[in-house]
């Protein structure tokens, strides 16, 4: 089996990308003789280079003709080049089957994914680990007959990359990757997890991600970032906590950090007193654009949580989203304002895309949502019925200031 992704390229983060590399230990554990090899294609180079070209490098790098299978990413930055590569991929091996899993799978019906994507054998909808494996099998007495695959899994089923060797670790990396859980317990409109997940989070054995943090702990890694959508939920992140205290602070950690009604006081100063930078996604700080996004959030306690988190000096970095529903130039400028009041010294933005199967997508229409297309071909929200194309361009370079 060969796994192709479509990555943007971060050169200081060892590879293959953490979703392939769970994927890879899981058949490690699970079959160790099967051969499964990934390919990633870099968008930076398909700007550079052409669609064409990277097909050419795949063809050199691989003898596609020699496998069964061949699974494909599917994210909304890869959308733009999976049908021309199924098509390049048949062109050489006609036979071969093609899997495709991501989250642009969500939200459409067999019919819909068939006349999107033809010739596709299967498609992978929610988490990949044991669907893959199945399909690859052909395992299941239904398989054959069944095109949309979504297979549950437990925290059981969430191999490491580290513990299984697929990751190659050496002193002084710059950066890694780590999960201690998957899912959101929360509903934005904006996010895929709500439709892929529904709501459900899934916790790693708490000694199983203890000994990944051990053994990261023997080398000397610069940055270890935390990719849990929320870190700060389920029953075992407190315990984590106190295991990354254990780290010297030559080695840095990135938290998704939710900001609850009331903070912990006990736990921010545990924070505080490690390396540790507190990614906090806020988005806006607007009533009525939260609520338009499923967020309902109060807006004057957020501020006074993060006053409280600065004053206690915790690295803090603060992201927004501009091109959300009912924003305006006004509002976004009036939020970057507040946290620069607070005196927060990293803040980002980042523009809103429209993610297939989640329920903003689902109401383009009713907030006037019109796409664009950025650098790496990715479609992102640029006007709408409170913004035009040029306050949005206001808003991006503003993004591009802060």
Same mark, same amino acid.
């Given at each position: +089996? ?26 490690? +554990? ?276 993060? $006053? ?11 992201? @927004? ?22 005196? %927060? ?23 006037? %949502? ?7 071909? $990715? ?15 206001? +808003?991006?370079?503003?993004? @591009?200031?802060?």
């Amino acid at each position: +089996m060969l796994i192709i992704t479509f990555d943007i390229d971060q050169p200081d983060v060892i590879g293959p990308s953490y979703a392939v590399g769970t994927i890879l230990a899981h058949f490690k +554990m699970k079959e160790p003789n099967r051969v499964v090899e990934y390919y990633s294609i870099n968008l930076s180079d398909v700007r550079v280079k052409g669609i064409e070209s990277i097909f050419f490098d795949l063809s050199n790098h691989f003898s596609l003709v020699s496998y069964e299978y061949i699974a494909i990413s599917a994210y909304i930055w890869s959308e733009p080049y999976i049908n021309s590569l199924i098509q390049f991929i048949h062109s050489v091996h006609r036979t071969v089957r093609i899997i495709l899993g991501g989250y642009q799978i969500a939200g459409l019906s067999i019919s819909e994914l068939n006349l999107k994507y033809p010739d596709v054998y299967k498609y992978i909808e929610g988490y990949s680990e044991k669907a893959i494996l199945n399909i690859a099998n052909n395992s299941l007495d239904e398989i054959d007959t069944q095109q949309l695959i979504n297979m549950p899994i437990d925290g059981c089923d969430i191999y490491s990359p580290y513990l299984t060797n697929i990751y190659r670790l050496y002193n002084n990396i710059k950066k890694v990757r780590l999960e201690t859980k998957r899912g959101c317990p929360y509903r934005c409109s904006f996010c895929s997890h709500d439709v892929c997940h529904s709501g459900k989070v899934i916790e790693k054995n708490i000694d199983y991600v203890i000994s990944e943090l051990n053994i990261l702990k023997k080398y000397s890694i610069g940055k270890i970032n935390i990719i849990d959508p929320v870190f700060n939920c389920g029953k075992n992140y407190k315990i984590i906590l106190q295991e990354i205290a254990k780290y010297d602070h030559n080695t840095a950690f990135t938290l998704q950090y939710k900001l609850n009604e009331k903070l912990d006081f006990n736990e921010l100063e545990l924070i505080a007193c490690s390396n540790i930078c507190l990614e906090i996604g806020i988005q806006t700080l607007d009533d009525e654009v939260l609520k338009n996004i499923s967020r309902p959030t109060n807006v004057k306690n957020t501020i006074n949580n993060l $006053i409280e988190i600065n004053s206690i000096g915790i690295d803090t970095e603060v992201s @927004l989203i501009y091109g959300l529903p009912g924003q305006t130039l006004k509002i976004f400028i009036e939020s970057i304002e507040v946290l620069k009041k607070i005196g %927060l010294k990293k803040i980002k933005a980042y523009p809103l895309m429209l993610l297939r199967g989640t329920k903003l997508f689902l109401e383009k229409q009713k907030w006037g %949502l019109v796409e664009g297309i950025d650098e790496f071909g $990715i479609p992102i929200v640029k006007k709408s019925n409170t913004f035009s194309e040029e306050d949005w361009e206001s +808003m991006n370079e503003l993004a @591009l200031k802060i």
